[in-house]
């Protein structure tokens, strides 16, 4: 399994408050890439990076931003928490290989609850 | 993930053939996925079919792309109770990112 954590892997927060969840990578992929998941809607991508400092907005930006200082890391930030921003937030990474061949490796996932 | 469909659930017993279906949207795709989640835990990619193939066969998984159509397959013969999970189909949009379906639940009744 490829070398990705993620935390917390559980949080309960109120509306309103910041909230920000890591994600920590050892295998060296350049790419890294923030997921919500909810029922009936799959995947879908909140934000994406492509090197450090690097990041492009994904289909569900709004009420999130991210920042990576380091290859390893990549964080989530929900600058105040809504209700409808309970999820869970899956990491991803990839390393682009072998031409547009993406395959992404998973964390476990965060999950989230704002009350 | 609206734009790359699936149907929600599928029962099947165990020992039967499953077939999972994925209608996705951008004709361009160079690689299709599909990923396997368990329950409490995230994705596995499980098989992937470049685009310019038909069909791809690993064990027991078969893949079948119809690009005219872009209807994307997944079989899964003899069917077990260790194969429950939600399957996800996805797509690479070139953005160097994935759009998901929005998953089918496999259910193996024993």
């Known amino acids: 399994d490829a070398g990705i954590t993620q935390s917390p892997r559980h949080k309960v927060t109120e509306t309103g408050t910041p909230v920000t969840l890591r994600c920590h990578q050892t295998?060296?992929?350049?790419?890294m890439y923030w997921y919500r998941q909810d029922p009936g809607h799959g995947l879908r991508l909140i934000h994406y990076?492509?090197?450090?400092?690097?990041?492009d907005k994904g289909e569900v930006s709004d009420g999130y931003s991210v920042s990576r200082s380091k290859t390893e890391d990549f964080l989530l930030t929900l600058e105040s928490a809504t209700s409808s921003q309970t999820s869970v937030y899956f990491c991803?990474?990839?390393?682009?290989?072998?031409?547009?061949?993406?395959?992404?490796?998973f964390g476990p996932g965060t999950r989230l609850t704002v009350l | 993930g609206e734009d790359v469909e699936q149907s929600l659930f599928l029962s099947v017993r165990e020992g039967d053939s499953s077939v999972i279906n994925c209608t996705y949207t951008?004709?361009?795709?160079?690689?299709l996925y599909w990923y396997k989640q368990e329950p409490g835990a995230g994705l596995q990619l499980l098989t992937y079919?470049?685009?310019?193939?038909d069909m791809k066969q690993d064990q027991r998984l078969t893949v079948l792309l119809n690009k005219k159509d872009k209807h994307l397959s997944l079989r899964i013969a003899d069917t077990q109770t260790g194969d429950s999970a939600i399957y996800f189909c996805?797509?690479?949009?070139?953005?160097?990112?994935?759009?998901f379906g929005s998953g089918t639940r496999l259910q193996v009744q024993p």
């Open positions: 991803a990474i990839s390393g682009l290989q072998g031409g547009s061949y993406n395959e992404q490796f």
């Open positions: 295998e060296n992929h350049r790419y």
């Open positions: 990076s492509y090197g450090v400092k690097d990041t």
């Open positions: 951008d004709s361009s795709s160079t690689y």
């Open positions: 079919i470049f685009s310019n193939m």
């Open positions: 996805a797509e690479d949009t070139g953005r160097r990112a994935l759009t």
